[in-house]
């Protein structure tokens, strides 16, 4: 199956500084790419969609001068955390479809603490 | 609007005992697809199986069973003689095109401790 890559696996940071993170398909390319939030025992909550070339599109609610999200190519997609603050510590999964299937195929994840 | 409802929050059984994980979904889409995933504690999503909505068919994996109904919305998961290995959080998702494009909704998880 296909393979999508998260790194850092996990990552500590200082409040005030910016993280990046970084969602790669191995083996096939992806022009749509999505990120999620996951607070412990929560849920996953879709944040927004990467399109290559162009914007991304945010879900109601989440800072898009916060998470800045880039899609250079067709094979990485970039979440950037500004200015972190322990509130933003969380669990950030990226995920990527083949062109012609509906399954999703997900990264490992980002486990993201600010102190 | 796409909504998945996993109404059970956490379930606890013995091991051996068989256990139904519940899923509700809401959709307006006549194409749209539906998962389940397995979250163990490394954080990583497990794919357990895909059903569109044009197939009904149940359908049986070793121990594990899925019931899809869509006359009450329903895709249902069933865990035979559960192990202890089968602790985890299980999550329905639902993916169909909404406003601004396609996209993969989850419920809001079921944690499943499975005691020895």
């Known amino acids: 199956g296909a393979v999508v890559s998260q790194h850092p696996s996990w990552v500590i940071c200082k409040s005030g500084t910016s993280v990046k993170i970084e969602c790669r398909s191995l083996?096939?390319?992806?022009?749509?790419m999505f990120w999620y939030r996951q607070f412990p025992k929560q849920s996953l909550m879709l944040m927004a969609t990467s399109n290559e070339g162009s914007k991304a599109t945010y879900e109601q609610g989440v800072e898009k001068d916060k998470f800045l999200i880039n899609h250079a190519s067709l094979t990485l997609s970039t979440l950037t955390v500004t200015s972190a603050h322990p509130e933003d510590s969380s669990f950030y999964i990226c995920?990527?479809?083949?062109?012609?299937?509906?399954?999703?195929?997900f990264g490992q994840g980002t486990r993201l603490t600010v102190v | 609007a796409q909504k998945v409802t996993q109404a059970q929050t956490e379930i606890s059984v013995v091991e051996k005992e068989d256990v139904t994980l519940d899923c509700v979904y809401e959709?307006?889409?006549?194409?749209?697809?539906l998962f389940w995933y397995k979250q163990p504690p490394s954080g990583e999503l497990v794919f357990l199986i895909r059903?569109?909505?044009?197939d009904e068919q149940n359908e049986i994996s070793g121990r594990y069973s899925w019931n899809f109904q869509k006359s009450t919305s329903s895709f249902n998961f069933t865990i035979t003689a559960s192990q202890v290995v089968d602790s985890a959080v299980y999550f329905c998702?639902?993916?169909?095109w909404g406003t601004g494009g396609f996209k993969t909704i989850f419920g809001a998880g079921t944690r499943l401790f499975v005691k020895a």
């Open positions: 083996d096939f390319q992806a022009t749509t």
């Open positions: 959709t307006r889409d006549t194409t749209y697809y």
């Open positions: 059903r569109n909505s044009f």
């Open positions: 998702a639902l993916s169909a």
């Open positions: 995920s990527a479809y083949l062109w012609d299937s509906p399954e999703a195929f």
